[in-house]
């Protein structure tokens, strides 16, 4: 199993649309967990952090369930500027994991008008 | 304002040739990282420091080479051993633990010419 899973997409949603994501992880140690936005040949960029249940800053909300292994992200009310790729973020598993991440390979996202 | 820099943003090397990609950062972090991502898919870890004088290992080591002799700068050298090094560059910091995940430069576009 894979340490972080997410469905490629892409999702194709309109304006306006509510959209979810989802990411499960293999490491069941993992304390906190990250959603990154990467623009097209741009730097990820953090756009979440999740160390509880959950957090919600604006139109994005992040659940965490640990004891089914998943993260997910909603977004409201999509607008065209949140085309992107989303990429879920957990620690490495391993005694000399400390400090290393493990990235997903990311869900594309297009919001058209 | 703290950040990280990479230089350059694109960098053309010949068959044979060693390249050296710049990565620094002023936020006093202990740990870096090095990244390479290529198109379509996840960010797979190349090398890591998480004190000065020390680096390890990522995942795809071979062909690549880093040094860490001051805490704010970590070269990672693309050596002519690469066969395939044509990619998407991404060097990050942290404080230790990555509790608050990473920060990233803006990357360096590497071709083989």
């Known amino acids: 199993r894979k340490e972080v899973e997410q469905d490629p997409g892409p999702f194709n949603v309109p304006e306006g649309a509510t959209v979810a994501f989802n990411c499960t992880y293999s490491n069941s140690a993992s304390q906190s967990f990250f959603w990154y936005r990467q623009d097209c040949r741009k730097e990820p960029k953090l756009l979440m952090s999740?160390?509880?249940s959950g957090n919600e800053d604006g139109r994005f909300t992040a659940q965490l369930n640990r004891a089914s292994q998943y993260i997910s992200l909603l977004i409201r009310d999509s607008k065209l500027s949140d085309s992107a790729t989303y990429l879920c973020?957990?620690?490495?598993?391993?005694?000399?994991?400390?400090?290393?991440?493990?990235f997903g390979q990311g869900t594309i996202l297009t919001v058209h008008p | 304002d703290g950040g990280i820099t990479q230089s350059p943003k694109y960098l053309f090397r010949k068959e044979g040739q060693n390249v050296t990609l710049s990565c620094e950062q002023n936020?006093?972090?202990?740990?870096m990282y090095w990244y390479r991502q290529d198109p379509g898919q996840g960010l797979r870890l190349i090398y890591y420091s998480q004190i000065v004088n020390d680096f390890q290992k990522g995942d795809i080591a071979e062909g690549y080479s880093v040094s860490r002799e001051k805490k704010e700068s970590f070269p990672l050298t693309v050596t002519s051993a690469q066969k395939n090094p044509t990619a998407f560059y991404l060097c990050?910091?942290?404080?230790?633990?990555?509790?608050?995940?990473?920060?990233f430069g803006s990357g360096t576009r590497l071709t083989v010419v």
């Open positions: 973020v957990a620690p490495r598993a391993g005694g000399t994991s400390y400090g290393k991440l493990t």
């Open positions: 990050a910091s942290t404080a230790q633990g990555a509790n608050y995940g990473y920060t």
């Open positions: 999740v160390y509880s």
């Open positions: 936020l006093n972090h202990d740990a």
